[in-house]
């Protein structure tokens, strides 16, 4: 049975944001893994002409693509991708679904600053050396239309009636130092979904960027393993 893995990065991010989680499923499995560019993102943001819909079909769209070429799939969905990913389990048969950051509340301006700041703090404390990283995660803040913003916002709006129909099984990861989303937001998410199996792992050390966690190595097996079940 051939595994493929779709990964949706967030609001204003890139593929960049679920690269080390998706590198580790590389190198530990044979599966398919794919994480398609959502319009208007990426390493330079064009996003003033899009819309809400315009993300989810693309998305849609790169579901399809992978459905194709393989026996199960799995959905990772990194904040904004987290919200794409259960509307993509309301619509099509998806086998287990991974949450991160998924930002099923809200994202406030003065949070996202906060924790920008704290980035480049990392950085120039030599916490963290992935430099252009957060010069990229900088820049996407101060090139937002608020338009967009408005369409992130709808986003939330066309999931959050329906967490309860949702049945697929979920593993959720949660920084608690996250600055962007509330970490509340993760069991919000548990609560409310209807999902028979679902699982809440709370990273005590991660911020937004929970694939780049200090933490990662230890919730990253934990994910394959609830991500294995089933094959």
């Not at 999931?159 to 937001?185: R, T």
Request: aromatic share 10%.
């Amino acid at each position: 049975m051939k595994t493929g893995v779709l990964c949706i990065h967030g609001f204003t991010g890139g593929p960049f944001e679920v690269e080390p989680f998706a590198d580790y499923l590389n190198e530990q499995t044979d599966w398919v893994i794919e994480i398609p560019t959502l319009p208007g993102h990426g390493e330079k943001l064009e996003l003033g002409a899009q819309s809400a819909e315009v993300w989810m079909m693309e998305a849609e769209l790169a579901l399809k693509r992978l459905k194709a070429k393989v026996d199960r799939v799995i959905i990772v969905g990194f904040s904004m991708g987290g919200l794409i990913a259960l509307y993509l389990s309301m619509r099509y048969k998806i086998d287990r679904l991974v949450l991160l950051s998924a930002a099923v509340k809200y994202i406030s301006p003065i949070q996202i600053r906060e924790e920008v700041r704290e980035a480049i703090r990392d950085v120039l404390g030599r916490r963290i050396n992935q430099n252009a990283l957060f010069h990229l995660y900088e820049y996407k803040f101060r090139n937002t239309p608020i338009r967009s913003t408005i369409e992130f916002l709808r986003v939330v709006k066309t999931v959050e009636p329906y967490y309860h129909l949702i049945d697929v099984p979920a593993f959720i990861v949660q920084g608690e130092k996250d600055s962007v989303v509330p970490p509340s937001a993760a069991q919000h998410i548990y609560d409310h979904l209807g999902s028979k199996e679902k699982h809440l792992y709370h990273s005590e050390t991660g911020k937004h960027l929970i694939c780049y966690s200090d933490d990662a190595a230890e919730w990253f097996p934990k994910a394959l393993e609830f991500m294995r079940q089933g094959q």
